[in-house]
């Protein structure tokens, strides 16, 4: 089993939509969450961190369920600009070593 | 002023090839990392150094030997290419701290081999 599990999609949503990416992990030691944003042919780029008591920024809120090890993310009013890949990441505990799911691939059409 | 860069951004090369990648921050961060996104986009990572120092090895064959001649220098060298190798290749910075501190990634350096 994979140390952490998404959804490959594709998400094909319309402009407007408000859609939601869940992501699991299996080593309960996890201790910090994140979700990056990969562009096509690019680097990932830090998209928001997950605290436990969920946190939002703008039209991105980040959720986490600890007792049942999975983290979303989801995204109101899609733009076109938010078409990428959304990579779930978690940190081990106490070390530097990121831990990245393939990705989930949204694309927003008009 | 870009943050992490690596070079070359695009490497084709034959099998059985030595070969190098360059990874540069100044960012003044003191960890580094060296990460293998394969076709199928997974991102793993290879190697983490702190300061010069090797801290994260994982389970990488022999044939690749980073170097950090200094914190803000990280350097890939693959020996005895194989066709598996092609991937991209992505350098990546954090400073050090109490706590996880996000990684700043370079723009990848796309490894073809023929």
């Known amino acids: 089993r994979k140390e952490v599990e998404q959804d490959p999609g594709p998400f094909n949503v319309p402009e407007g939509a408000t859609v939601a990416f869940n992501c699991t992990y299996s080593?309960?030691?996890?201790?910090?969450f994140f979700w990056y944003r990969q562009d096509c042919r690019k680097e990932p780029k830090l998209l928001m961190s997950v605290y436990s008591s969920g946190n939002e920024d703008g039209r991105f809120t980040a959720q986490l369920n600890r007792a049942s090890q999975y983290i979303s993310l989801l995204i109101r009013d899609s733009k076109l600009s938010d078409s990428a890949t959304y990579l779930c990441?978690?940190?081990?505990?106490?070390?530097?070593?990121?831990?990245f799911g393939t990705g989930t691939r949204l694309q927003v059409f008009p | 002023d870009t943050a992490v860069s690596q070079t070359p951004k695009y490497l084709v090369t034959q099998m059985g090839n030595d070969k190098s990648i360059k990874c540069e921050q100044n960012l003044g961060h003191d960890t580094m990392y060296w990460y293998k996104q394969d076709s199928k986009k997974f991102l793993k990572i290879m190697f983490s150094y702190n300061n010069k120092e090797l801290i994260i090895n994982e389970t990488v064959p022999n044939r690749f030997s980073p170097k950090s001649p200094d914190k803000a220098h990280l350097n890939l060298h693959i020996n005895s290419l194989e066709l598996g190798d092609s991937a991209v290749y992505f350098c990546?910075?954090?400073?050090?701290?109490?706590?996880?501190?996000?990684?700043?990634f370079g723009d990848g350096t796309r490894l073809s081999i023929l």
């Open positions: 990546a910075s954090s400073p050090r701290g109490v706590g996880y501190q996000p990684q700043h």
């Open positions: 080593n309960s030691a996890s201790q910090s």
């Open positions: 990441v978690v940190n081990r505990y106490n070390t530097d070593k990121l831990i």
